[in-house]
């Protein structure tokens, strides 16, 4: 305990404004619902051309029965803005390898069959650990646990719908205690598209609201612990390429956040974000259940704001993963 404490005060001696430099939350990866793979027939060895064959059925789900899947994911990869600070701040100098293991597990409750639609409900959970490797920010390392619960509806027009709620945790591992949770009830559409025998196309949008409950402000501890309520609209479309075993698939998002609680740093217009991501990933199938993956991407926050805090951030990241999921 004396060595921890000892690295917390060495830290913030040589860098008093590092009271704001705690993982942003915002800018964590959830997961809110099933694998792609279980819910369309999205993956190295899917069939393109049956992508627009109307209502499909989630690829690992038996019709009559409920179906189990999980698997565990593995990431290392260096980002150069793990803080998600303002460009040229004395916090976005921190760059670090960072480690990511998560472990997941659901199940598809069955199906409900209707004219021109099939329903399948879902429930789901994961446990994430993250780990900065190779500086003085190892004492934010973090662990995420994820629960969601969400119907998805795959009709004969070839458009998916999807509506659930998902619930978050986070804690701080050095500390041992909880720094941010929310509830998440979201809407979603998405639709693939055959650009040929090779190349199919993933249009996703969702809609949804995060009611948080997250640690004082470092700055403004008067805050309400709601200060990050928000709603969020997310768009995104990606190109799925398949080139022997190899699957190329680059992507782009744009999201928008509207913060909702009225407080001393926020107090006219409130908070906005607009947030955009390029992303390219490679995955190469080792087998039917294990995929290697080689990713990079880059991100930039623009943030409309009363307050005198800069939100505003750009980063890039690049690094290795392999996953392995099967059901059961």
């Known amino acids: 305990m004396k060595t921890n404490i000892t690295k917390l005060m060495a830290f913030f001696a040589t860098a008093p404004s590092i009271l704001l430099s705690q993982v942003d939350p915002t800018t964590i990866e959830r997961s809110n619902q099933p694998p ?24 690992f789900l038996k019709t009559e029965n409920i179906s189990v899947f999980g698997g565990v994911d593995s990431k290392i990869y260096y980002d150069d ?16 390898a960072v480690w990511s293991n998560t ?53 004969s027009n070839g458009w998916s719908y999807r509506l659930g709620v998902s619930y978050a945790s986070d804690s701080n591992d050095l500390t041992d205690t909880e720094t941010y949770s929310e509830f998440y009830p979201n809407v979603g559409v998405l639709k693939t598209y055959s650009h040929n025998e090779d190349i199919l196309g993933i249009f996703n949008m969702s809609i949804g609201y995060h009611d948080t409950d997250a640690d004082k402000h470092a700055l403004d501890p008067t ?9 969020d609209v997310i768009g995104s479309y990606g190109i799925q390429y398949y080139f022997k075993d190899f699957l190329i698939s680059p992507s782009y998002s744009a999201t928008y956040k509207t ?10 217009n409130g908070r906005e974000d607009l947030i955009h991501s390029l992303n390219l990933k490679i995955d190469y199938s080792l087998d039917n259940d294990l995929n290697l993956s080689l990713f990079g991407g880059f991100s930039k926050r623009d943030t409309k704001d009363t307050g005198a805090i800069p939100y505003d951030f750009t980063k890039g990241t690049a690094g290795l993963g392999l996953s392995l999921s099967t059901t059961f």
């Open 81 to 96: 803005n793990p803080l998600s600070t303002q460009k040229n701040s004395i916090l976005s100098s921190q760059r670090d």
């Open 259 to 268: 913060y909702t609680k009225s407080n001393t740093i926020h107090e006219k």
């Open 103 to 155: 472990a997941h597990l659901g199940a598809g409750l069955g199906q409900i069959e209707m004219q021109d639609a099939v329903i399948t409900p879902y429930i789901g959970v994961s446990y994430t650990k993250t780990e900065f490797l190779a500086s003085t920010l190892d004492w934010l390392d973090y662990t995420s646990t994820n629960a969601y619960i969400m119907a998805n509806i795959q009709h």
């Open 36 to 59: 792609s793979a279980i819910t369309s027939a999205e993956g190295v060895n899917a069939n393109v051309d049956t992508s627009d064959a109307g209502a499909q059925r989630p690829i």
């Open 223 to 231: 805050l309400s612990r709601s200060y990050l309520d928000s709603f």
